[in-house]
């Protein structure tokens, strides 16, 4: 598995995971009632970029609040109303944390293969779209949702439908959102009920590093696609430093503790980076984790590549120790880590299969090697976990907005 593979994951958070120019998958509005908006056939960086920014846009993001709080109005929309509900009860935001997991708040509707469901038989001679859809229903409802994934960028394609049994199909028009819903851009759509309200919702990250994220509300007043309003959700976040092994210098272990968070914060920043570069076909950035390297630092690091991070990383034990296990050597950063006055040789890498093993993530700390070196002699292993401390923030916004590109926006 290559450097780029282990580190797809991110990319489905990643608002510029996918700035390459892709095949655009909405079908022209005059021609198919499920279409969302006549657009380009193909969406270059700044189309797919601007995707996520109007969705950030229309939550007008631009600060962040101290504290967690919900903006309200005399008459207070949906978004008002759960944004003050949530904001009551933190520690279910900060347990459930994503959005098609906001309990009790947000219930989203599973898909169900389009054959199984009855209303497939009258929505089929409508359905004009190249694979069968998955169908999503509300219990309670006669509001439908067939949609399918197309194109390059992973988007969403479908169509609202209202049927009763022994009804006449009535097909909807598709909610008022100035977004496009691709998996790619990090913007998802599904019909969800929201403090018990029908209504269909679109989501993404704020951060491809972290949790914070916005959903997007289109009530469903009975007859039509009510106003759409945004929430922003924004945690706060603290770091659970393991030291995994220690060799006979403790004061290095101690000081590569210290460190860690910012190592761990730096890798991931980087490795967003690197997605984008990979996507958008421009250079590879590189990791730098004290400043630009000196030809002393470049060569440091480049002993370090040809030597590589031992198979046993805690000598006279027998066999590696199992956190080592997966580990994608094609993803280590090597980088000269000052430490107490004096210059080690410090490594991050990810596992080849995110999510397969605990820890997912290492920071490795060694002597600085020689040219004489065999093997990189390693002093401390270190993983860190972060986790949500608590909610940061709570925002809604009672009516949406155009998309404002020239709003200061946090790029990461």
Known sequence: MTVHEARYEASAQNCFASAAPASHCHFSASAMPYSRSRVPAHMDKSKRCATLL?????????????TAKAVSAASPSICSRLAAQMSRSPATVVKDQTVPKMLPWIVSALPHAAEGEPVYRF???KWHLPLSPAIESLPGTDLYMASTILGSADCLNGMFVEWKPGGILRVLGWPRIPTDACSRTGVWGSLAMVLGQPAYIEYGSLDPTNLDSVVVIAPWTGKDWGPPCPVSIRFSYGYDVTLLYCGPAKAVCNAARKVAPEVQRRYEAYSARFIEAFNNGIPFPKFQFRGPLDAKDRALVARARRLGIPTNVTPGSGAAPAYMR?????????FPLPLEGKLYLGAADHKA???SSWPEWLFFVFEPPTARSRQLVPLAVITVQRGTTGVKSIEARNESAPPDESARLPMH
Do not use: F, K, M, V
Not at 326 to 334: D, M
């Open 123 to 125: 929505l089929a001679p």
């Open 54 to 66: 109007g969705l950030w846009a229309l939550a007008g993001i631009g600060g962040i609040s101290p």
């Open 326 to 334: 997966n580990l994608n050597p094609g993803a280590t950063e090597y």
């Open 353 to 355: 299969y995110p999510n």
